[in-house]
């Protein structure tokens, strides 16, 4: 970061990782100004969103260290960009990552444009990744955090240079129980705050409770992989590859499956036939029907503004995945293809395939099959 104090904009969520990210700005020197977006118009009068919380939470901790801060009502933009799109991919049968789009299109687009017109020189969120200046290619690179475990650049793919030029990420640099410290010995009120989980339109509510509100229900055959239907599914929307919990056949045993040994062993969602409205599923985890040596992915996004040279590479094709071996093949301007040395468990159309060279986060898109 360089030495000259700068005007920064930090979104403030109320958690401790912004908290901490405001914080190390101004102990910078840097003039620190806080955020608080609200994302999400409604339920805000239960346990499920916290908005209100988090608020009060977030001015506490601009209260103790010293900076002012703003709220900011994003609810039209995150309707529009963030949530139309969440219902369109369930709708067809995908499971969508609102979390990337919502970092693509609200946290360092409306925000970042907010804090532009507010003078900043800088945003700055909390999120558990790194930004590099490359002085040979002359491109900012996106880096994974230095705690492994906390690493959240599959999140960040879609961000591009512009982006990541105006971007800070400080504890992108700390390890989580650091920042744990860092906020007991400061005093800020929300040091022991939990981590929130999931979305905020979400929040801890039952899943298929909170679709059942916006996507109509259409119920259909469960079907085994010999053909036999073994019980009847609710909507393919409120399912997700890979899914064992909530299909409603825990107990059963599979027709024409064999006395004993797997008779009861645990289902997996495997396929989901939209043509005909039908449910596959499968008995044990590496059943073939749930592993895959190869994906194709559309609407690809790179963070140096174009597909890497490079061709052996990592990917993650889900969120807490160990980078997997695999060689890209580029088709054409927003799509790829992946062959993986090992084969990857549930690969799910909507989800999101996203690159490493290293430690470098090089982008992804949006799996299709």
């Known amino acids: 970061m360089s030495a000259l104090r700068q005007r920064v904009v930090v979104g403030l969520s109320g958690g401790v990782d912004s908290a901490v990210t405001a914080w190390l700005l101004k102990q910078q020197g840097h003039e620190v100004i806080g955020i608080f977006m609200k994302n999400w118009e409604g339920d805000d009068d239960d346990d499920y969103c916290s908005s209100r919380q988090d608020f009060l939470d977030a001015a506490a901790v601009a209260d103790v260290i010293g900076i002012e801060i703003e709220h900011v ?55 558990y990744a790194r ?105 393919l929307s409120f399912y997700t590859l890979g899914q064992r919990q909530g299909l409603g056949i825990g107990g059963l045993k599979a027709k024409g499956a064999p006395r004993g040994g797997g008779d009861h062993a645990p289902w997996f969602v495997a396929r989901k036939d939209m043509g005909h409205n039908t449910l596959w599923v499968v008995q044990g985890h590496e059943h073939p029907w749930l592993l895959s040596h190869e994906l194709t992915a559309q609407d690809a996004s790179w963070v140096a503004g174009q597909a890497p040279d490079a061709t052996a590479l990592a990917a993650k094709t889900r969120y807490r995945q160990l980078d997997a071996p695999c060689h890209l093949r580029v088709n054409g301007a927003d799509a790829f293809s992946l062959k993986f040395a090992e084969p990857q468990w549930a690969v799910t159309p909507g989800q999101s395939a996203v690159l490493y060279d290293g430690e470098v986060c090089l982008g992804g898109g949006i799996i299709a099959g």
Do not use: W
């Not at 995150?78 to 799109?85: G, H, M």
């Not at 490359?134 to 961000?159: C, V």
């Not at 400080?170 to 744990?180: D, N």
């Open 73 to 127: 009502n994003f609810a039209a933009e995150y309707k529009d960009r963030v949530f139309a799109e969440f219902l369109r991919e369930y709708s067809a049968g995908r499971t969508p990552n609102p979390d990337i789009l919502c970092n693509a299109e609200i946290k360092f687009k409306a925000f970042l444009d907010h804090a532009m017109r507010l003078g900043a020189d800088k945003i700055a969120t909390g999120h």
């Open 131 to 235: 930004v590099r200046f490359n002085a040979a290619t002359k491109k900012h690179e996106l880096l994974k955090g230095l705690d492994p475990a906390k690493d959240q650049s599959y999140f960040l793919h879609r961000l591009n240079q512009k982006q990541l030029a105006n971007t800070l990420f400080p504890v992108g640099e700390l390890l989580k129980t650091e920042v744990r410290r860092i906020a007991l010995e400061i005093g800020l009120p929300n040091a022991k705050k939990k981590d929130s989980t999931g979305i905020c339109f979400i929040g801890e509510r039952p899943f298929r409770e909170f679709l059942n509100r916006f996507i109509a229900k259409e119920p259909g055959p469960i079907k085994n992989d010999k053909g036999h239907t073994i019980g009847e599914h609710v909507g």
